[in-house]
């Protein structure tokens, strides 16, 4: 079946340093790949859309600046958090629809937990 | 996010017995209907799915029903077992948009 990996699985980091978070699809190739956010007992919050090639489109509230998206072959994106801090610690995962294998289904990634000090 | 944070209901089943979660929808618009499970520290694994021309569709040991007049999805879990304990979250999409909106997510615990 479509598989999502993602890395690192947990990061702690700093306040004030950049992180990168790294999103594959591993057997097919991801015309679109998502970007969530979910707090301890809450549901998936939606952060960004990513298509291939073009710029990302942010969901109202979440700041393009500080969660940089780079979506740049169809089975690779990545997620900077710039400048983090604490209030930025959080579960982080990448999800990915593609065609023919993952028969446009949405796949998820294992997650990042991310702590900043 | 389009999701609203809430504290998770739980359902307590007992081992063995059938488990139905209830999701109600928010879009008339929505088309296509997704059933994930996450577990503990996981992301969310797809478990079932269907489309609005359908009403019910079954796959290993789960089924989906989609009431579309009262906007209701169900996902039944027969004969529960322990490695079913998680989040379960529902799903919805309309064709017209690219993204799913999650449910607020029910948390199945399983009684020995």
């Known amino acids: 079946g479509a598989v999502v990996s993602q890395h690192p699985s947990w990061v702690i980091c700093k306040s004030g340093t950049s992180v990168k978070i790294e999103c594959r699809s591993l057997d097919f190739q991801a015309t679109t790949m998502f970007w969530y956010r979910q707090f301890p007992k809450q549901s998936l919050m939606l952060m960004a859309t990513?298509?291939?090639?073009?710029?990302?489109?942010?969901e109202q509230g979440v700041e393009k600046d500080k969660f940089l998206i780079n979506h740049a072959s169809l089975t690779l994106s990545t997620l900077t958090v710039t400048s983090a801090h604490p209030e930025d610690s959080s579960f982080y995962i990448c999800?990915?629809?593609?065609?023919?294998?993952?028969?446009?289904?949405?796949?998820f990634g294992a997650g990042t937990r991310l702590s900043v000090l | 996010g389009e999701s609203v944070g809430l504290h998770l209901p739980t359902l307590s089943v007992q081992e063995g017995d059938n488990s139905i979660i209830n999701c109600a929808y928010s879009n008339s618009a929505s088309d296509y209907f997704i059933w994930y499970k996450q577990e503990s520290g996981k992301g969310p694994q797809f478990i079932i799915d269907i489309r609005s021309n359908m009403d019910k569709r079954q796959g290993q040991r789960v089924t989906v029903l989609l009431n579309k007049t009262v906007k209701h999805l169900s996902l039944q879990i027969a004969a529960t077992q322990p490695g079913d304990s998680a989040v379960y979250f529902c799903a919805e999409k309309s064709s017209s948009a690219s993204k799913i909106i999650f449910g607020s997510g029910t948390r199945l615990s399983i009684r020995p």
């Open positions: 990513s298509n291939e090639g073009s710029k990302a489109t942010y």
């Open positions: 999800s990915a629809r593609g065609g023919w294998l993952a028969k446009n289904i949405q796949y």
